[in-house]
């Protein structure tokens, strides 16, 4: 055993590429938020927020590109888990621990955020469109227009929020 309770693990270049390839492969699972190994500190504060900041980055990444496979039909809808799903997630890992739970978490609030800056009028996303319009055109849209956005927009995470919700339903009890 070593510092922090790690267990180093030596593997071939071939098992490393095997195991790459695989990861490629595979599709999103139920715990795909799992970490592949978890550092509970860095050895000064600056390398403990670089390592967050990386891994922010990371999962925000990982958000944007989850939602693009989405549209793009190689994720399937079925896979995204709603309020329920993440409450039964959440208790599923928190069974693990303290360091899973905050893990989790963390990648709550990552995606939360990613969802929160989608360019759709009822969220900041789509604030953040109407002031780049209101800034290149001198001119706020029109209200009409945000009305109907905003109605659109609402429509839409209306309907993710259905299918999110069935999809747990649906895992829990079918």
């Known amino acids: 055993m070593t510092d922090g309770g790690s267990y180093p693990i030596e593997l071939t270049q071939d098992e490393r590429d095997a195991a790459n390839a695989l990861k490629r492969t595979v599709g999103l699972s139920p715990s795909f938020f799992e970490p592949e190994s978890v550092t509970l500190q860095g050895s000064i504060p600056f390398e403990a927020a670089a390592m967050g900041t990386k891994e922010t980055v990371k999962w925000i990444t990982l958000t944007y590109l989850t939602i693009d496979r989405l549209v793009r039909g190689s994720v399937e809808v079925k896979q995204l888990h709603g309020p329920v799903g993440i409450l039964d997630v959440g208790a599923k890992t928190a069974a693990q621990g303290l360091t899973y739970l905050l893990f989790f978490l963390g990648l709550l609030s990552v995606n939360l955020a990613v969802l929160n800056f989608l360019p759709l009028p009822v969220v900041d996303g789509g ?31 209306g309907s993710l929020f259905a299918v999110t919700f069935f999809n747990d339903l649906s895992r829990l009890f079918g």
Do not use: N, Y
């Open 127 to 157: 604030h953040m469109i109407f002031l780049a319009w209101e800034g290149v055109t001198g001119r706020p849209p029109s209200v009409t227009f945000q009305k109907w956005a905003t109605m659109i927009g609402l429509g839409l995470l």
